[in-house]
């Protein structure tokens, strides 16, 4: 364990409080408690969540950061403490102390607000007020989602200053001044009280608590050694086990990062050792972790608050990105097998992996957990009490369970978590009000869909690109969530008038905003297994993109083809399902230069074949299906006849995995 030197007794005893505190409040709203026969406004409500959880923004984020690097770095001792942890300073608490008191305040107030309507005509003292908590915003947006994106909200939030005399037609609208701005910023519905944080303070939270909890009662061990059990002996045993986990750990948790701090000191060493190159192993892990955001049944924020904007139940959005999800792993895992034949890499031996049945015979409890969450989604009528009753469920199992050491510091360590956790992408989305307040209120965000559509056309593939290339330019510099809500505003509608099926076009969205955390230049999730892994940082970036080239042409498939995400019929949907895992098999073979199952090298102009083939197997037409098919299964069979069989970049014959002494338990 790291010391954590900001993160004193009393200040982990105030995130515990603010948490608990927040965490009741939204139990009370969600469950219709009523507590003392008090009815909650929405507006008092989502105020009392930020009094709640913006000062433990303060608490948990020092002023300023170290780079990333500086954390992950070689060589750093585990127990040393992480350079940015600086105690809490006058200034914190002040922030702290503020952001609490005009929360309150505008609480207390909710009635009033709503009534006599202070959005337009506030008194004095909330036009203050109004200032004051638009600064704490933007400040907790700094320290949560960094400066390009706060630089952005500001931008956004002070732009109906000047919309109406901006040369630029499309981005003319209503013009306030600064005090009215402040309070429809902050008391209206469309700021930082807007959908975003509907959506957090009504949904997520018991989702994000359900992930925490889910990691600090065993989950993330369990699901390394299942992952070791199933895959671990055989070739690239390794690369497949650190997929298989952070695929299991995306399900806990949305965020890539933090996805490679969890899993990678424990996949990319074992990697390493069994032959991968410390570039590889980074690049998988970093590959691997990133698809958090898109995993079922636990997806990343930005999923939650598709709920808000497509308007439908998230169980629908679950359904709809199962399939993306396992092609995108799909995909890794061929090309990890591919890598894997190439190279020689061996399994590990079986006598020293764990066995199936015993591993999930102790994990039971995280297996019953997610069955419950995911049963009980589908069957109960209120998706936002669920993760409660599982998060009870998951306590209670690890406080009477036998050899299980659940006591009160593990408690106190789970709610610290869940603060740190929950404060943050409450900070995030408290900002990302601002940028969505200034596109609503000036009527923008009305005109630039119908604009961009007349720009276009009714070129579909076209304005695919276009969102595409600005999906990964906004994720570069916002997190997933604040460049998915930024797109769902400006790019979503005009896709969608394109035809586009409307979950297919948020989906898209979102998996292009997450391709930033492994792509040059930014690439944070590659960043971090490279300071894991010793690696370069570009190179493992680079690794980590071509490991992920599924995850660039599935968004443009299932935006073409909504079968992929099940919005058509079953036979459609299960066609569409197969074709595309041929696709992906054959984008992974050309792209690995091997063609996994029949272990030939593919030649060049094979391989070019099979790419083009595989691209055209995930669109909708007969025509696209039978060219793809002849495509993939002309380059695949000509490798076959023409090339030796198993030939390794030494002219050496590939190192098979040893069979199993015994059978898998």
Known sequence: MRTDTRLTTPWRAAVIVLTVLGVLLAMNQVFF?????????????????LAAFLP??????????????????????????????????????????????????????????????????APTTATVAAFVLWLVVLEALRRTGGTVVTVIALLFSLYPLVAESLPIGVLQGVTYDLPTLAQVHIMGAEGVLGLPIQTAATILIGFLVFGVALQHTGGADFFHNLSMSIFGRYRGGSAKVSVASSAAMGMMSGSAV???????????????????????????????????????????????????????????????????????????????????????????????????????????????????????????????????????????????????????????????????????????????????GGLTATGVSLSLARELVSLVGDNVVLILIAGAVTCFILGMGMTISAAYVFLAIVMVPAVIDLGVNPLAAHLFVIYWASVSYITPPVGLAAFAAAGLAKAPAMATSVAAMKLGAVKYIVPFGFALNPALVAQDTPGRILLAFALSIVGVYALASAIEGWTVGFDRRMPVLFRVAAAVGGFLLFLPTVLAAVAGLVLVAGSVLLTFLTVKSAPTDDDAPAVRVDAPATATA
């Not at 770095?73 to 992480?82: C, F, I, M, N």
């Not at 914190?92 to 609480?107: G, I, T």
């Not at 039971?364 to 969450?373: E, K, S």
Request: overall charge positive; aromatic content about 10%; glycine content about 12%.
């Open 258 to 436: 933090s996805n490679v701090l969890t899993t990678g000191p424990m996949t990319i060493p074992a990697m390493k050792r069994s032959g991968f190159s410390a570039t590889y192993a980074g690049g998988i892990e970093a590959t691997a972790s990133s698809g958090g955001s898109i995993t079922p049944p636990i997806m990343g924020t930005a999923a939650f608050l598709m709920v808000s904007f497509v308007g439908v139940p998230y169980t629908e959005i679950l359904v709809a990105a199962t399939i993306p999800a396992v092609l995108y792993f799909l995909g890794i895992y061929l090309q990890v097998d591919g890598y894997a034949a190439r190279k020689g890499l061996r399994g590990e031996p079986a006598h020293r992996l764990p066995r199936t049945l015993t591993t999930l015979g102790q994990g039971w409890p995280y297996v019953l957990a997610l069955a419950l969450l995911t049963g009980m989604l589908f069957v109960t009528g209120s998706e936002a009490q669920v993760p409660y009753w599982v998060i009870l469920v998951l306590l209670v199992v690890a406080v009477l369970r036998p050899g299980q050491t659940f006591g009160l510091r593990e408690f106190t360590d789970f709610l610290v978590d869940s603060g740190r956790t929950l404060g943050n992408i409450i900070g995030i989305i408290a900002g990302v009000g601002l940028i969505v």
């Open 33 to 49: 408690w009523n507590v003392g026969g008090l009815s909650l406004l929405t507006n008092s409500y989502l105020y009392l969540i």
């Open 56 to 121: 433990v923004v303060f608490i948990v984020n020092p002023l300023r950061k170290v780079p990333l690097a500086a954390k992950v770095g070689a060589g750093r001792d585990d127990d040393a403490p992480v350079p940015h942890e600086s105690p809490v300073r006058w200034y914190d608490v002040l922030l702290m102390v503020v952001a609490a008191a005009v929360c309150v305040y505008f609480a207390v107030n909710g009635t009033r607000i709503k009534n006599f309507g202070w959005e337009f005509m």
